[in-house]
């Protein structure tokens, strides 16, 4: 079993940067893919960033690319959401999530893979 928790959510203006943290207890992530999802109020939970157990590969939809930044630190159990250049559209409740894989370089965007999920941190961007 493996416990997530979320934090470094908060208010932040258009233009501005946060950094995410996803902590995981229980369970090494060493053995898991990671991702990072959002939920906008009245929206489905979207994809944000995925990134592989061995951290060599990472993927990003086209609407954070370039701006977002997933991270992993296996010996601390911990992964990072790097977002820069935020705008008032990326607000929503920010989730990370694990799945464990037996690959070290495959990473899943689809919610319905991932087996544990965290709390969520709020993410509010003003104009």
């Known amino acids: 079993q493996v416990q997530l928790v979320e934090s470094g959510g908060g208010l932040v203006q258009a233009g501005g940067s946060l950094r995410l943290s996803c902590a995981a207890s229980g369970r090494t992530i060493s053995n898991y893919a990671m991702g990072w999802f959002r939920q906008a109020p009245g929206k489905e939970r979207e994809f944000v960033a995925a990134?592989?157990?061995?951290?060599?590969?990472?993927y990003y939809p086209d609407s954070v690319k370039g701006r977002f930044t997933i991270s992993r630190d296996n010996a601390k159990d911990t992964v990072y959401l790097q977002m820069n250049s935020l705008k008032p559209e990326d607000t929503a409740v920010y989730y990370c999530a694990a799945v464990w894989t037996f690959s070290s370089s495959h990473y899943y965007t689809d919610r319905s893979a991932y087996n544990y999920w965290g709390q969520g941190t709020q993410v509010t961007v003003s104009s």
């Open positions: 990134i592989s157990k061995s951290g060599g590969t990472t």
